[in-house]
Nanobody, 126 residues
Framework: QVQLVESGGGLVQAGGSLRLSCAASGRTFSSYSMAWFRQAPGKEREFVAAIRWNDGTTYYADSVKGRFTISRENAKNTVYLQMNSLKPEDTAVYYC???????????????????WGQGTQVTVSS
């Protein structure tokens, strides 16, 4: 089992950048595929990015491709989401999620991930 804690959210102007972090407890973080999701007010939670546990393969939602980068640092039990060229429509609560030894065959589905953080708010002003 792993516990996830996000940080790094905040208020930023459009065009700015933020880096979110998700720190995981436990000794087996390197075996977890990790993902970021977000949920805007009045909307369903949506997939943002994912990174596979064994080879670092990444996946992105079309809406963030080229602007966001997911990465991980296993030595620090941390996954990151670097967000550049932020837009007001990126405003949401951002969550990290994880599943052990997962191939990411359905990386976009939030029901696949058993472990979730509490979320961090990102607000982009126009």
């Amino acid at each position: 089992q792993v516990q996830l804690v996000e940080s790094g959210g905040g208020l930023v102007q459009a065009g700015g950048s933020l880096r979110l972090s998700c720190a995981a407890s436990g000794r087996t973080f390197s075996s977890y595929s990790m993902a970021w999701f977000r949920q805007a007010p009045g909307k369903e939670r949506e997939f943002v990015a994912a990174i596979r546990w064994n080879d670092g393969t990444t996946y992105y939602a079309d809406s963030v491709k080229g602007r966001f980068t997911i990465s991980r640092e296993n030595a620090k039990n941390t996954v990151y989401l670097q967000m550049n060229s932020l837009k007001p429509e990126d405003t949401a609560v951002y969550y990290c999620a994880g599943r052990s030894y997962y191939s990411l065959s359905k990386y976009y589905s939030d029901s696949i991930y058993p472990y979730w953080g509490q979320g961090t708010q990102v607000t982009v002003s126009s």
